[in-house]
């Protein structure tokens, strides 16, 4: 095997050559990422070898994430220039782990979208089918995973944007559950739905990065303090007597046909194996999404009121007969700056907490929200993991919805839920379709029972050989 073609358990396990592996992955970004534009620009190679239980693993970070000294951007145009002057939690516990930053990865700007097309920088292409979307907005990280320019990744999820592109582009992608991971350093999106989580080319590597990011951190005050077991060993193939749950809201119409059937032959598979489904409801699934685009615009919009010209990135250059005090040098700078979808989130955000329609759409929201939630709650008094398709859809054409921003949301109508709710999903690869695109399935669980999730996704990974399917670039 390729050297850039292992997982990070491999690695460790063969104690491979740490130096001999960045070069390997330098030189398949050299190689392919000119077709699929995964990689935003590689972190520095240090050199020596940080010691740790990723020792030597190269891993992609989203460009969302903070590296002390290195460009982040969000892919936006109004963070050019921007070099955090700090680790964000995550990174200083890869470093610690020993762990080889390699590069920054594409996404849509400020994780607003689903395609990765929403990018200053221009599309992510899905190494599947180049014409179509990785899936968004961790799109750059789940390409660079699925076309073997990066051992592992993180990403980051508000309302799918680990799962949903995981599924797109056939590896595995994980939402820890919220506050499980720090935030600290994650530049914020809806901060009371982000959460941080791995992106890999199976489930043991997924348990194994989860084991180094997860944990409480004081400089996050929704982090939750509460032990971090050993995840690798929740990798048991045993699901006896496991009992999922099939929301009949999520096989609705508008789902491909070839998904509902991928899913339906995992869901039998378990079976098989020794679980047991039944059907159950999550009655208000259909609120979710409204509840969701009024929720996360709202916190979207306070959250970037930061970006003003001022203390971080771009300042308008326009001339200056045209900005004549401060308010024109930010209205000048955030015209600039932003993109069409941020200046759409800017604004319906903007209007649901305005004065007067502050009750009627965000405190509504909020309340729905948590009708969401007890939803699960009640689910889980009698399953033990839910299971759904990741996505209704595989991948779609790039351009396809581009001009439909209400298409495009729909496209996460599956994941947004959890991330309202605050419980942990996870996304592996289970089919192909005729087009020869993956699908994903969704594994849900109680908060902080990714153990749960690791030992269902583990089973059914370890009966089946969608993961080491290769998309041939
Ligand atoms: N696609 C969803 C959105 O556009 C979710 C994005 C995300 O999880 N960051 O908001």
Known sequence: MNLHELTAHQIIKDKVNPRELRKAL????????????????????????????LSGVPIAIKDNICIK???????????DGFKPPYDATVITKLRNAGANLLCSTNMDEFAFGSSTENSFYGPTHNPWDLERVPGGSSGGSAAAVASDQATMAL????????????????????????????????????????????????????????????????????????????????????????????????????????????????????????ADYKEI????TEYAVPTYYIVATSEASSNLARFDGVQYGLRSKAAKKEISDLID???????????KEAKRRIMLGT????????????????????LIKRDFDEAFKSVDCIITPTSPTGAFKIGEKTEDPLSMYLSDIFTISTNLAGI?????????????????????AKPFAEEALFKVAYTYEQNTEWHKQKPKL
């Open 155 to 274: 990403g980051s999820d508000t309302g799918g944007s680990i799962r949903q592109p995981a599924s797109f582009c056939g590896v595995v992608g994980l939402k820890p559950t919220y506050g499980r991971v720090s935030r600290y350093g994650l530049i914020a999106f809806g901060s009371s739905l982000d959460q941080i989580g791995p992106l890999t080319k199976d489930v043991e590597d997924s348990a194994l990065l989860l084991n180094v990011i997860a944990g409480y951190d004081p400089n996050d005050s929704t982090s939750v303090d509460t032990p971090v077991p050993d995840y690798t060993k929740s990798l048991i193939k045993d699901v006896k007597g496991l009992k999922i749950g099939i929301p009949k809201e999520y096989f609705i119409e508008g789902i491909d046909k070839e998904v509902k059937d991928a899913v339906w032959a995992a869901i039998n598979l378990l079976k098989k194996l020794g």
């Open 281 to 284: 409801s999550l009655p208000h």
């Open 329 to 339: 040098m930010y209205f000048a700078s955030r015209e600039a700056g932003f993109g």
């Open 351 to 370: 209007y649901a907490l305005s004065s007067g329609y502050y009750e009627a759409y965000y405190l509504r929201a909020l309340k729905v929200r948590t």
């Open 69 to 79: 000294d290195h460009l982040t951007t969000c892919a936006s145009h109004i963070l």
């Open 26 to 53: 330098e030189e398949r970004i050299s190689a392919v990422d000119k077709r699929v534009k995964a990689v935003l620009r590689l972190c520095p190679d240090k050199g020596e070898v940080g010691k740790g239980v």
């Open 424 to 444: 942990p999903g996870i996304s592996i690869p289970c089919g192909f379709m005729k087009n020869n695109l993956p699908v994903g399935l969704q594994i849900l």
